[in-house]
């Protein structure tokens, strides 16, 4: 053996030494990584997915006509009101096949995982490789939104008694794009769900800590029989566990179940696809909700965060979802999610430098041996910013919050000060300091946002008009109208303030438009017909209620008050047909029962015109 070279280091000669193994024959060499055989593929998979949404789109744009979305997120019109759509179709058969196959829909069909991907393939590629937050907090945040959208909707029906009752099928449909965002939003949504997170809460950090269909997923997956399963030539060299970026240890679950029984695995097979002894392998077998460990007491891996952690995570957690959800009207759910997701990672690292000695984050240094570094500091003054801002979006957000729901508490003088048949109502004063509160918050809502928050100066206009506040209505009416937020409601007040004052062109022109802009609601037909039979012009009542008979045909308060107009124009057989005509359509219309009976017995019809208060739609 030739010994190694001396070499010169600062004037000294310095020889290095070889290491010697005491045991060459008995040390065991480790396979080399090998590298997955099914990413290539998945990523194939993946782009051809994308292409398909793009094709459908495309379809839409070209034809006008298309197939309603096929996104999970469409299934929430069968919670809401029982629509059957493409989207519930295509979100049962995959509960279906996850529940036989187990996550491949997941692993292989989720636009959003292509792009968390993607992602973490980029920070590979530039030396980063964030680590998975394992949060026992955030992980019920899946199933939390789950309910929110699917089961909650189900559950204020049966409450309401509406029961499950069928609302029809919409399979095609020429309004694509009008339960998703503009570009601009979704463009964001992608770039915090799909990127951002992965870099705060590690590989598929979306799929483990906010996605809502991953929380029924992960339920059905538990009775799959079609799983990642071990022969006996596993020699636990953990090659499957590294190259997991569902954030699995496979080589553990294998270990002590025989099988992977983490819910987070989403079948993209690259753990079989690494192993150097070809242990792994995906098939059939018993099912991990009625599994036996292998082992008396399988090895639970240690907690990464403390109590204390656990709690700031979901406090800011909640605190940020709340304050970004439907901000300005913009935040959809899902960024909301995302954004909650990340605030709350970086407010446990805020919490972290105030009080331990030394944070480092993804391999920066913020802070050591108890002194801020130069990225700390950098990320103190950004959270500082970032504070700001969130604390000025909760406090938009209550506002705008606590503003509504106080016009819901007062929706029952509010709809009779709407009714131009009906005098203004008298409130209590308990409604009156209620009226008070909510103007101010309304206010407030819409004079500190960055943005105006859509709907808010129409909602302001309306309690303003209950108020009785002549030049307040006039000038949130003019901002909303400014803005856009020509709402049914605030057409109706501008109708209604209009012919309280005795502006008979205005109050046409106010309800004209509602009738425009919404041509099968029956309210704007009734409150013009209204206003002109008062005006004495009863031809015109009565054209204007025979049309919206034929735009509205099953509302029972157009058949009557025409049944009041015709009668007040001497034909008492179209008069008694029209009451006849409401009673069929509702049942329960007492002044329709009242003047039906008294026409039949007596020959004695209204003299004046009038409508029972509907809610709004």
């Not at 300005?328 to 805020?350: M, N, R």
Request: net charge positive; glycine share 8%; proline share 6%.
């Amino acid at each position: 053996m030739i010994p190694p070279r001396p070499r010169t280091r600062y004037g000294w000669r310095v020889t290095e030494l070889r290491v010697v193994d005491p045991a060459p024959n008995l040390r065991r060499p480790r396979p080399s990584l090998r590298r997955s055989r099914n990413a290539r593929r998945r990523a194939l998979v993946l782009l051809a997915v994308h292409l398909l949404i793009g094709a459908h789109i495309v379809h839409w744009l070209v034809a006008g006509r298309t197939v309603t979305p096929v996104e999970p997120s469409e299934a929430m019109a069968f919670s809401r009101a029982g629509v059957i759509n493409a989207g519930l179709l295509f979100f049962a058969a995959a509960i279906v096949a996850t529940a036989i196959f187990g996550r491949f829909f997941c692993g292989w069909g989720c636009h959003l995982l292509a792009l968390q991907d993607l992602a973490r393939w980029l920070l590979a590629r530039v030396g980063i490789r964030p680590q998975p937050l394992r949060s026992r907090a955030l992980r019920a945040v899946p199933s939390l939104a789950f309910a929110y959208m699917f089961l909650w909707p189900l559950a204020h029906r049966l409450g309401a008694g509406e029961g499950l009752r069928w609302g029809g099928a919409e399979l095609t449909t020429e309004h694509f794009w009008a339960t998703f965002p503009g570009w601009a939003i979704g463009g964001l949504t992608l770039l915090v769900c799909g990127f951002g997170i992965v870099y705060f809460l590690g590989a598929k950090g979306f799929c483990a800590y906010a996605c809502p269909y991953g929380a029924i997923f992960g339920v059905a997956d538990r009775v799959a029989p079609l799983r990642i399963r071990v022969t006996d030539a596993c020699e636990g060299c953990g090659h499957c566990t590294a190259v997991c970026t569902s954030n699995v240890r496979v080589h553990e679950e294998v270990r002590d179940w025989g099988m992977v029984v983490s819910s987070d695995c989403m079948k993209c097979q690259d753990c079989v696809s690494v192993c150097p002894k070809d242990a792994l392998y995906y098939g059939k077998g018993p099912i991990p909700w009625l599994a036996r460990p292998l082992v008396e007491r399988p090895a639970k891996t240690k907690p990464r965060l403390a109590g204390w952690e656990e709690v700031v995570l979901a406090v800011s957690f909640a605190g940020a979802f709340f304050a970004f959800r439907g901000l300005y009207g913009a935040v959809p759910f899902l960024l909301a999610l995302g954004l909650a997701g990340i605030l709350s990672f970086l407010t446990l690292v805020a919490v972290r430098l105030a009080v331990r000695r030394d944070v480092t984050v993804r391999r920066i240094r913020l802070r050591w041996k108890g002194r801020l570094q130069r990225a700390g500091w950098a990320f103190v003054a950004s959270a500082v910013l970032l504070a700001a801002f969130w604390v000025h979006s909760a406090s938009v957000r209550a506002s705008a919050f606590l503003g509504q729901h106080t016009t819901r508490t007062l929706s029952t003088p509010l709809l009779a000060a709407l009714d131009v048949a009906s005098p203004a109502p008298a409130l209590t004063e308990g409604e009156l300091e209620r009226l008070e509160r909510g103007r101010a918050h309304l206010r407030r809502a819409l004079g500190w946002g960055l943005f105006a928050t859509p709907g808010i100066a129409a909602e302001l206009a309306t309690l303003d008009l209950l108020s009785g506040d002549a030049a307040a209505f006039s000038e949130s009416a003019a901002r909303a109208r400014e803005l856009g937020e020509e709402t049914p409601a605030l057409l109706r007040a501008l109708g209604r303030e209009a012919w309280a004052r005795g502006d008979l062109a205005a109050a046409t022109a106010a309800y004209r438009r509602a009738s425009t802009r919404w041509p099968a609601w029956d309210r704007p037909y009734n409150d013009l017909g209204i206003v002109a039979a008062r005006s004495g012009d009863l031809e015109q009542a009565a054209a204007v209620l025979e049309e919206g008979r034929e735009r509205a045909p099953s509302s029972a308060d157009l058949a009557y008050n025409l049944g009041v107009v015709r009668a007040l124009q001497g034909d008492a057989q179209a008069a008694t047909d029209l009451f006849a005509e409401t009673l069929r359509l509702d049942p329960s219309h007492l002044q329709a029962r009242e003047n039906l009976e008294a026409a039949r017995s007596m020959g004695v019809l209204p003299r004046t015109p009038s409508a029972p208060v509907l809610p709004l739609p």
